[in-house]
Nanobody, 116 residues
Framework: VQLVESGGGLVQPGGSLRLSCAASGFTFSGYAMSWYRQAPGKERELVAT????????HYEDSVRGRFTISRDNAKNTVYLQMNSLKPEDTAVYYC??????????WGQGTQVTVSS
């Protein structure tokens, strides 16, 4: 099983980044996919979730309206489009896969730094 994040980097405030998470080794379409983030000295927090099938996406309050989570089951990939980035969005972003029966997988993380 692998979850491989990419797309992180350094961006100026107000800029955009698109994170990708490529999954392999499990039935991607059967898992809810989420993005979490962890800033230095803080606990990991849920940023956004997209269900495995029918259902609504979920966003953490501070990113709602700026971030968009999406998935492509044909490519076994989940995305996080991040717009209007702020310095407080700086963190390591992690991809998470969760089955309704509890099986969970994590990626290794990708660094996002928002700074002028």
């Amino acid at each position: 099983v692998q979850l491989v994040e990419s797309g992180g980097g350094l961006v100026q405030p107000g800029g955009s980044l698109r994170l990708s998470c490529a999954a392999s080794g499990f039935t991607f379409s059967g898992y809810a996919m989420s993005w979490y983030r962890q800033a230095p000295g803080k606990e990991r927090e849920l940023v956004a979730t997209i269900p495995s099938a029918v259902g609504s996406t979920h966003y953490e309050d501070s990113v709602r309206g700026r971030f968009t989570i999406s998935r492509d089951n044909a490519k076994n990939t989940v995305y996080l489009q991040m717009n209007s980035l702020k310095p407080e969005d700086t963190a390591v972003y992690y991809c998470n896969a969760r089955h309704r029966f509890g099986t969970t997988y994590w990626g290794q993380g990708t660094q996002v730094t928002v700074s002028s």
